[in-house]
């Protein structure tokens, strides 16, 4: 029996025996079924219109339900042998509510409406209240499984765990360098949400203070007298496994940068070349979000593994036109993804774009270790590029930011550009997508990696609205799936996959749209 997982702002029908699972809080799923093929399917919808007459994709009912019911007639399914259930409209989305009223009562009303005006009879609701709901089609014999959630998210909308941060997150610094830590302290002291309960000079002061203090997160010196971050690193991983940030010099080994990565370390912060209040100013940014990022990350021996089974159809968006890019971005969490994703490419994809800060203290490191396992070219960019090439990956260092650009003669480059991080990170997220979004509309792909934070969420939102193409990794498979779930939970993307099957997906889209053109 197949098993199909249905995110906020998708539809799936089944003409053969299938679960299709869906979790559900201010959100309405329909259910439909014929009573006499034994077809079914459902829809999950966030709001009932988008406001303005158009809500052209399935998060608004007016455009979900009216296509739920042409994909169950596509199966053959008659309109008069159709029976519906419906489920969730929780009233949890308070932040929602108090601006436009209760966003579940209204796509609960949205769903009665339309199956009242197509006849289509109601046979079960579970609707309203203040929790969310877990929901389970057997397409065989109509049986739906649902329950309620333990515990009211006053928040969330589809229920998926969030990696989250503690309320309070404790920080231990080691470092040999008196002023780095005194200025590591400082800034840290400017956040409610970190405390340093200790600094350490060298790894074996660092040792003790783990066992004493019981940090929530290291930050670790790669270079440091008697022994080296990097070893200290597997020591600690083996036996006080903790989210560790690297703390490396501007000239320093991208290749021990690298080591780091592969035993567990999860971001990266240079330390600063020089202490004007500019420089500070940036480095306080950063450390903060990666600080916090890593404090909601689960312990190495607990990472999460994919548990839901998702089968996707590779459906091409009305208004894409081409794919003339691909842009990758994500954070925390990402790189090792990315390598999965990057030796699946075929030598003649579009040119991809890889914006993830994490990569810039280990970039030549990594681009190297990946290049002889990889089909496309990877290069990392350190001047402007007129024309991207088909078969390209190019990697955007981490002292700049990207934007795509548009010429009179309709070809497609690269800008780089100066400036503070944005939102926490460089190079940006939003700043390359943002772009993406204005010069290439109707022809451009985004993948979402494992990442944390807000930068990209607006890019992506973009993107959507302008009728490309957006793929996040599945959330279970991701180390740090915050903005992957804000992705998903606005209804901004169009197919949710493990890293291993996106290369197939963009490539199939790609196609069929070469086939549509000719």
Same mark, same amino acid.
């Given at each position: 029996?197949?098993?199909?997982?249905?995110?906020?702002?998708? %539809?799936?029908?089944?003409?053969?025996?299938?679960?299709?699972?869906?979790?559900?809080?201010?959100?309405v799923s329909v259910v439909l079924w014929d009573c006499k093929k034994r077809?079914?399917?459902?829809?999950?919808?966030?709001?009932?219109?988008?406001?303005?007459?158009?809500?052209?994709?399935?998060?608004?009912?007016?455009? !979900?339900?009216?296509?739920?019911?042409?994909?169950?007639?596509?199966?053959?399914?008659?309109?008069?042998?159709?029976?519906? =259930?419906?489920?969730?409209?929780?009233?949890?989305?308070?932040?929602?509510? *108090?601006?436009?009223?209760?966003?579940?009562?209204?796509?609960?009303?949205?769903?009665?409406?339309?199956?009242?005006?197509?006849? %289509?009879?109601?046979?079960?609701?579970?609707?309203?209240?203040?929790?969310?709901?877990?929901?389970?089609?057997?397409?065989?014999?109509?049986?739906?499984?649902?329950?309620?959630?333990?515990?009211?998210?006053?928040?969330?909308?589809?229920?998926?765990? &969030?990696?989250?941060?503690?309320?309070?997150?404790?920080?231990?610094?080691?470092?040999?360098?008196?002023?780095?830590?005194?200025?590591?302290?400082?800034? &840290?002291?400017?956040? *409610?949400?970190?405390?340093?309960?200790? #600094?350490?000079?060298?790894?074996?002061?660092?040792?003790? =203070?783990?066992?004493?203090?019981?940090?929530?997160?290291?930050?670790? /010196?790669?270079?440091?007298?008697?022994?080296?971050?990097?070893?200290?690193?597997?020591?600690?991983?083996?036996?006080?496994?903790?989210?560790?940030?690297?703390?490396?010099?501007?000239? !320093?080994?991208?290749?021990?940068?690298?080591? !780091?990565?592969?035993?567990?370390?999860?971001?990266?912060?240079? =330390?600063?070349?020089?202490?004007?209040?500019?420089?500070?100013?940036?480095?306080?940014?950063?450390?903060?979000?990666?600080?916090?990022?890593?404090?909601?990350?689960?312990? $190495?021996?607990?990472?999460?593994?994919?548990?839901?089974?998702?089968?996707?159809? #590779?459906?091409?968006?009305?208004?894409?036109?081409?794919?003339?890019?691909?842009?990758?971005?994500?954070?925390?969490?990402?790189?090792?993804?990315?390598? #999965?994703?990057?030796?699946?490419?075929?030598?003649?994809? $579009?040119p991809v774009i890889v914006a993830i800060p994490t990569l810039s203290a280990?970039?030549?490191?990594?681009?190297?270790?990946?290049?002889?396992?990889?089909?496309?070219?990877?290069?990392?960019?350190?001047?402007?590029?007129?024309?991207?090439?088909?078969?390209?990956?190019?990697?955007? $260092?981490?002292?700049?930011?990207?934007?795509? #650009? *548009?010429?009179?003669?309709?070809?497609?480059?690269?800008?780089?550009?100066?400036?503070?991080?944005?939102?926490?990170?460089?190079?940006?997220?939003?700043?390359?997508?943002?772009?993406?979004?204005?010069?290439? $509309?109707?022809?451009?792909?985004?993948?979402?990696?494992?990442?944390?934070?807000?930068?990209?969420?607006?890019?992506?939102?973009?993107?959507?609205?302008?009728?490309?193409?957006?793929?996040?990794?599945?959330?279970?498979?991701?180390?740090?799936?915050?903005?992957?779930?804000?992705? %998903?939970?606005?209804?901004?993307? /169009?197919?949710?996959?493990?890293?291993?099957?996106?290369?197939?997906?963009?490539?199939?889209?790609?196609?069929?749209? %070469?086939?549509?053109?000719?």
């Amino acid at each position: 029996m197949k098993d199909l997982f249905v995110y906020p702002g998708q %539809i799936a029908v089944s003409a053969e025996p299938a679960r299709i699972r869906t979790i559900l809080g201010s959100c309405v799923s329909v259910v439909l079924w014929d009573c006499k093929k034994r077809y079914g399917g459902l829809c999950h919808y966030l709001l009932p219109h988008d406001g303005q007459g158009v809500g052209d994709t399935p998060r608004y009912a007016s455009f !979900a339900l009216p296509h739920l019911l042409v994909k169950m007639i596509d199966l053959g399914c008659d309109e008069r042998d159709l029976r519906a =259930k419906v489920y969730g409209g929780a009233n949890v989305m308070s932040h929602l509510n *108090r601006m436009d009223g209760n966003i579940g009562d209204r796509n609960i009303e949205a769903a009665r409406e339309f199956l009242s005006r197509h006849r %289509i009879p109601i046979l079960e609701e579970s609707l309203g209240g203040t929790k969310g709901r877990r929901i389970t089609l057997d397409t065989d014999t109509f049986q739906v499984e649902h329950r309620l959630s333990k515990e009211q998210d006053s928040e969330s909308i589809s229920g998926i765990q &969030l990696t989250k941060a503690p309320e309070k997150c404790r920080v231990l610094i080691v470092d040999d360098s008196a002023t780095v830590r005194a200025i590591f302290q400082k800034i &840290l002291s400017q956040s *409610r949400a970190i405390e340093v309960v200790g #600094t350490a000079v060298d790894p074996y002061d660092a040792r003790d =203070k783990v066992i004493k203090l019981k940090p929530d997160v290291l930050t670790l /010196d790669i270079e440091m007298p008697k022994m080296s971050g990097v070893v200290f690193l597997e020591k600690i991983m083996t036996h006080h496994p903790l989210p560790v940030i690297m703390v490396s010099s501007l000239g !320093a080994d991208g290749a021990a940068a690298r080591k !780091a990565l592969e035993l567990g370390a999860l971001e990266f912060i240079q =330390k600063p070349s020089q202490f004007d209040p500019g420089v500070l100013s940036e480095l306080a940014e950063s450390l903060i979000a990666k600080i916090l990022a890593a404090a909601s990350a689960p312990t $190495p021996s607990k990472r999460p593994a994919v548990k839901r089974s998702t089968q996707q159809q #590779t459906n091409v968006p009305a208004g894409l036109q081409a794919i003339e890019a691909i842009a990758v971005v994500g954070n925390v969490g990402s790189p090792q993804s990315l390598e #999965t994703l990057l030796q699946s490419l075929p030598s003649d994809c $579009p040119p991809v774009i890889v914006a993830i800060p994490t990569l810039s203290a280990l970039m030549g490191a990594y681009v190297e270790n990946l290049r002889s396992r990889c089909q496309t070219c990877l290069t990392i960019v350190h001047q402007d590029i007129p024309t991207l090439a088909s078969g390209y990956v190019y990697f955007v $260092p981490g002292h700049v930011h990207a934007k795509i #650009t *548009r010429s009179s003669a309709h070809r497609t480059g690269l800008l780089l550009e100066g400036g503070a991080p944005y939102l926490g990170q460089r190079p940006s997220a939003d700043r390359l997508l943002e772009s993406m979004a204005s010069h290439l $509309p109707h022809a451009a792909l985004a993948i979402q990696l494992s990442g944390f934070g807000s930068d990209g969420q607006h890019g992506i939102q973009m993107l959507h609205e302008k009728h490309c193409y957006v793929m996040v990794q599945e959330p279970e498979e991701a180390s740090f799936n915050h903005t992957i779930v804000s992705i %998903i939970e606005k209804g901004f993307a /169009d197919v949710v996959l493990p890293v291993q099957g996106m290369a197939t997906q963009l490539m199939a889209i790609r196609n069929q749209r %070469i086939t549509r053109v000719s």
